[in-house]
């Protein structure tokens, strides 16, 4: 943490909750050793709103009720043989629901809240992929699907008030995260925190372009629906900054590199190749490179799910071509620029500059190398099969292998510290069943006995981890293991 009381707060007293939620273990009692905080300024710890270690809130205390969630909860935990994994799933599935959502209305129409968990914010990112698990449920359930189309309706308004914007406060008027106070940028009413992450204006495309795909129906994607899909296509116009360096500029006081961008906030110098250039990777971390590759892979995907809504469900084929062609010539750069050698044969890089600059890593937070096929964003097999088995070794700098487990964590936590996440990813990206196995009983370690996932966790000691209440991680890993229940119960034995 530094004096001026920015993100590396956040990271300090969120280490701290992950003490103070601490109640013994649903499993077994363990001592957990929160991370070292940073420096010495200190925020109230978060809490969980919960007793952790009864697994699920309470019925009464859960904020949201879906019979489908409960019956889907019920048919595949009876697949699931191991005991632990069949714990850890009732818990971690519905975890979102339970304890992050804030349903409600605007406008007469529905309106979704959904906060990360420890941190009273939403996320862009976090929210599309918190409730992502419960669309193929939404069909059966009216319920649930008013509050996924809340967050579709949220997410847009959010998109309006600010498309450069990572995080936005559950109350608009409300002011934005501590961290952000003295941020020099165009802080509006209603942003928590504003880093431009390409990711952010991909993943609501994720969830409507799903939600519209398993449900049927249309009811959000309205006027302001329209307007918001319209500004993601010229922002992300902008960010390829073919005319210029754009609006966008973002300066924060910090002890951390990572925490601000270089060049009076526009961050390092790009040539304009057709890619879009990003402030911040997925884990709020800034680019060195400012053409991350992950992204803009995941960008040609997005821009082609809206072009196929724009054109079925919006009747504007202006947009839909614009958001075509948008992703024909991201994927003609991408093919050309991200594509390097390897004494093991190419791979996508991790970020690129177009002037020749090329950075050889992966991070553990989606959309990232290892996540492509997750995201439907991995256009070639036997590409994606290299970059993988560089991405999960130890070429990848960012990959740490203990005692404890293996995984790619990144400078978000630090060096040493596997993020859950990716265990999680390897596991989905996998189809050696021997991979598999051994991805879940990483994760079952990762848990050290405390019924959840957690953020990240030290290479040698499961019960030295961060954030205690990390809701993108546990319906991630309930994501997993409904799935496997599903496809391959034979792996879920003990």
């Not at 995080?167 to 608009?172: E, I, N, P, S, V």
């Not at 995260?177 to 609501?204: A, F, H, I, M, N």
Request: charged share 20%; with cysteine.
């Amino acid at each position: 943490m530094n004096a001026s009381g920015h993100t590396s707060n956040r990271r300090s007293f969120l280490r701290s909750a992950a003490a103070a939620t601490v109640a013994p273990s649903l499993f077994n009692t363990l001592q957990v050793h929160a991370i070292e905080p940073q420096s010495s300024v200190e925020l109230p710890p978060v809490k969980a709103p919960w007793d952790m270690s009864l697994g699920r809130p309470k019925p009464s205390e859960r904020k949201f009720h879906s019979q489908a969630v409960e019956a889907f909860l019920t048919e595949r935990s009876g697949r699931i043989a191991d005991p632990v994994l069949a714990t850890l799933f009732v818990s971690c599935f519905p975890n979102t629901l339970d304890t992050t959502v804030e349903p409600g209305t605007f406008e007469g129409k529905p309106d979704t809240a959904v906060l990360t968990g420890d941190i009273a914010a939403m996320w862009l990112r976090d929210s599309s992929a918190q409730v992502w698990p419960y669309l193929p449920l939404a069909k059966q359930d009216r319920h649930l699907r008013d509050l996924l189309e809340g967050v579709i309706r949220r997410q847009a308004r959010c998109i309006h008030i600010d498309p450069y914007a990572n995080a936005f406060m559950a109350d608009l008027s409300a002011p934005p995260l501590p961290w952000s106070l003295k941020d020099k940028t165009e802080l509006r009413q209603g942003v928590g925190e504003r880093k431009w992450e390409v990711d952010s204006l991909c993943y609501p495309i994720r969830l409507s372009h799903g939600y519209w795909k398993q449900t049927g129906d249309t009811s959000p994607f309205d006027d302001r629906w329209h307007n918001a899909m319209k500004t993601i296509v010229s922002t992300f116009r902008v960010q390829q900054r073919k005319h210029g360096d754009g609006p966008y500029r973002f300066q924060r006081i910090s002890n951390a590199s990572t925490e601000t961008l270089p060049a009076a906030g526009l961050g390092n110098p790009v040539r304009p190749i057709g890619l879009i250039a990003s402030g911040f990777r997925p884990s709020d971390d800034a680019c060195i490179f400012p053409f991350l590759i992950p992204s803009n892979l995941f960008a040609v995907t997005s821009m082609r799910q809206l072009a196929e809504m724009a054109h079925a469900i919006l009747h504007d084929d202006a947009l839909a071509n614009d958001a075509s062609s948008l992703a024909d010539e991201i994927e003609r750069a991408l093919r050309e620029h991200a594509v390097v050698p390897t004494a093991d044969g190419t791979i996508w890089a991790y970020e690129i500059d177009g002037y020749g600059s090329q950075l050889l890593m992966d991070d553990a937070n989606v959309p990232s190398l290892l996540g492509l096929p997750y995201l439907s964003s991995s256009p070639d097999a036997a590409l994606y099969a290299r970059t993988r088995a560089f991405c999960w070794s130890e070429r990848n700098p960012w990959f740490f292998r203990g005692t404890a487990g293996e995984g790619i964590g990144g400078p978000h936590v630090g060096r040493s510290m596997i993020w859950p996440m990716s265990q999680i990813i390897y596991a989905f990206t996998s189809t050696q069943d021997d991979e598999i196995r051994r991805a879940l009983q990483m994760l079952k370690t990762s848990a050290a006995g405390f019924g959840f996932m957690h953020e990240s966790y030290f290479k040698d000691d499961p019960k030295r981890f961060t954030r205690a209440w990390f809701a993108w991680a546990n319906t991630l890993f309930g994501e997993l293991l409904g799935t496997l229940a599903g496809t391959k119960p034979n792996l879920l034995r003990p």
